[in-house]
């Protein structure tokens, strides 16, 4: 590593931006070894493939780098990159066939008419041991169950729950409101839950 | 147990649908107190509080994906071909 290279380790994404904006190379490349591991995950959220993860990393990468003169420091950088991230992620994702999916908005209530009593109320799971829900069985049933959730839904309990951004940065990322993002991650956590319930029913 | 849940002011299905905000801690005093309340009396709501907090735990620990280790320097060997070049460096 250069000594210029590790003088901008230091700076702040905004800084590094600005730098990159002027030329810097070495602060691009700074800001894209910063970035990329999150970007590959979120990109791995919506494209559910390695390979395309990878490719749609590069693609995010390489937009920041041909469009960062149209950054303007009032946003942070790195939503702007989780931006770039899912539009790219989305434009693979239309090329591709798509798969029929559920809507989650007609699954049976959970209780009888006047909402007050559980037609069946959820089991005691909370306080199983780590070890039991570490198990590959029970991973394949969360990919499982989370696969099924349409693609706006997963997508914002992969950025919530998974890569633990906020709702202001998933919304951001995705162009939709915070009320929306919460809209969305309720009821898809409520759907896992319930398919985890029948897991642990078994 | 019908009969006991039925004793509860707040209705199990306004409960559920306030459980996100709860636990962010986003709800206003009134309400989070008459959704304590709820729990306290019912069962099936407090275990609904419980495992939604479990599958949030759950999905992080199987889900998370790791990239592989040579991501970096396949990321970064093509950013260079793609835009140093354009440079004639």
Redesign the interface.
Known sequence: MGAAKAVVLQSTDVELVAAAQKGD?DAF?VL??RH??RV??LA?GFVQS?SD??DV??ET??SV?THLATFRASSAPASWIHRITANHALMRLRARRRRPVMSIEDRPS??ND?????IV????????PDDA??SRE??QR??SA?DKLPESYRVV??MR??E?LSSEEVASALGVTIATV?NR??RS??F??DE??GYFRL | MGDKLNTVTMKCEIAVALVLEFLEGNLNPEVRRSLESHLAKCQPCSRLVATYKRTTQLCHRALLRQPPPELGDRLLRFLRERTLQNKGE
Not at chain 1, 114 to 118: E, I
Not at chain 1, 121 to 128: H, M, N, S
């Open positions: 190379y490349e894209v070894e990329q591991d590959y995950r791995y390695a993860a990878e990393t590069q990468f390489l780098f959970a209780w006047d909402g007050k009593v559980w109320p959820p089991g005691d799971w909370a306080q199983t829900l570490l029970l991973g969360i990919e989370v309990l992969l729950d998974v633990g919460k991650l309720h956590r409520l896992v839950r985890l319930e």
